[in-house]
């Protein structure tokens, strides 16, 4: 079983910094990508940046790239979204997940997800 818990949300003002973090417990030895994704109120799930578990390969999706960066500190099985430069449209419920076999940024393709962490960019 594998639990994965975010943490760092919060309200950050437009042009603003958040660091995200995924922290990850249970049975991690088949996993093959963490991702995180988004998803604003009557939006589909967004996929936003993945990282695989191996060489560290990294993915993201053009809406953020440039502005976030995720990064990974296997000793602590955790998993992290440096967001900058924030607009109000980045505002929405933020979740990291698990692939067993995916890197690509579709969320049917995650196994395990956690409960989500708000983010609020707003003046």
């Known amino acids: 079983q594998v639990q994965l818990v975010e943490s760092g949300g919060g309200l950050v003002q437009p042009g603003g910094s958040l660091r995200l973090s995924c922290a990850a417990s249970g049975s991690l030895l088949d996993y093959y990508a963490i991702g995180w994704f988004r998803q604003a109120p009557g939006k589909e799930r967004e996929g936003l940046s993945s990282i695989t578990s191996s060489v560290g390969y990294t993915h993201y999706a053009d809406s953020v790239k440039g502005r976030f960066t995720i990064s990974r500190d296997n000793a602590k099985k955790t998993v992290y979204l440096q967001m900058g430069n924030l607009k109000p449209e980045d505002t929405a419920v933020y979740y990291c997940?698990?692939?067993?076999?995916?890197?690509?940024?579709?969320?049917?393709?995650?196994?395990?997800w956690g409960q989500g962490t708000q983010v609020t960019v707003s003046s």
């Open positions: 997940a698990i692939s067993r076999y995916s890197h690509r940024l579709l969320p049917d393709e995650y196994d395990y």
